[in-house]
């Protein structure tokens, strides 16, 4: 069981808004962590989404975006496309594991 | 352009020790402020980070896993090794190597495609 919980799922229609959030405790996000994002598509690697909380790599749609308050942080996608249909990770430190912790991860469906 | 590339059995016994290297492209791994992680993924599951080691041979690890592991670098050939001892049928999963990015307090930028490993007798 992860230090940082997520939905187990979500789901949306094209074109919609989702939100993802990850929750966690005062020794990882609540301690002021950074809290960062990934994007798993099937049957491939990690990609990062989010870092930082709320910063998007190059190459990255502002479609997503990332923000982060008091001991929990969220990923939104906007204008919901069929390809964002995927798992989604939020990962952070966490200074009683003394390391880096992931979430047990989101499936994003698109209706 | 930076990539990472995992290589390593793809079976390994009960007891046995598992060793997978992660060959890193396009920086040096003696570079100022270089880490390179392992994280790795059983089927169906989350991401479960493992280890971590720095340019200067600074080294983390999950410390559940501790005493299983052990992560090192060889400069020479821009690899990084991770070794896990006394492998056992819930260790297997994917292993994945990733690039730890500079001043992004522990986001990992750069995987590479993952090493999947069966522990089978």
């Known amino acids: 069981q992860s230090v940082l919980t997520q939905p187990p799922s979500v789901s949306g229609a094209p074109g919609q808004r989702v939100t993802i959030s990850c929750t966690g405790s005062?020794?990882?996000?609540?301690?002021?962590?950074?809290v960062h994002w990934y994007q798993q598509l099937p049957g491939t690697a990690p990609k990062l989404l989010i870092y930082?909380?709320?910063n998007r790599p190059s190459g990255v749609p502002d479609r997503f975006s990332g923000s982060k308050s008091g001991t929990s942080a969220s990923l939104a996608i906007t204008g919901l496309q069929a390809e964002d249909e995927a798992y989604y990770y939020c990962?952070?430190?966490?200074?009683?594991?003394?390391?880096?912790?992931f979430g047990a991860g989101t499936k994003l469906t698109v209706l | 352009q930076i990539t990472v590339k995992e290589s390593g059995p793809t079976l390994v016994k009960p007891t046995q020790t598992l060793t997978v290297t992660c060959a890193l492209s396009?920086?040096?791994?003696?570079?100022?402020?270089?880490?390179v992680g392992w994280i790795r993924q059983p089927p169906g599951k989350a991401l479960e980070w493992l280890a971590l080691i720095y340019w200067d041979d600074d080294k983390y690890y999950r410390p559940s896993l501790k005493s299983r592991l052990t992560i090192t670098k060889d400069t020479s050939k821009n690899q990084v090794v991770l070794a896990m001892t006394n492998m056992d049928p819930v260790d297997t999963a994917t292993y994945y190597c990733?690039?730890?990015?500079?001043?992004?307090?522990?986001?990992?930028?750069?995987w590479g495609q993952g090493t999947m490993v069966t522990v089978s007798s």
């Open positions: 396009g920086l040096s791994l003696s570079t100022n402020g270089v880490g």
């Open positions: 990962q952070s430190y966490d200074s009683s594991l003394s390391g880096s912790v």
């Open positions: 005062s020794s990882n996000i609540g301690a002021g962590y950074a």
């Open positions: 930082v909380n709320t």
């Open positions: 990733a690039h730890r990015m500079v001043e992004a307090s522990g986001a990992f930028d750069i």
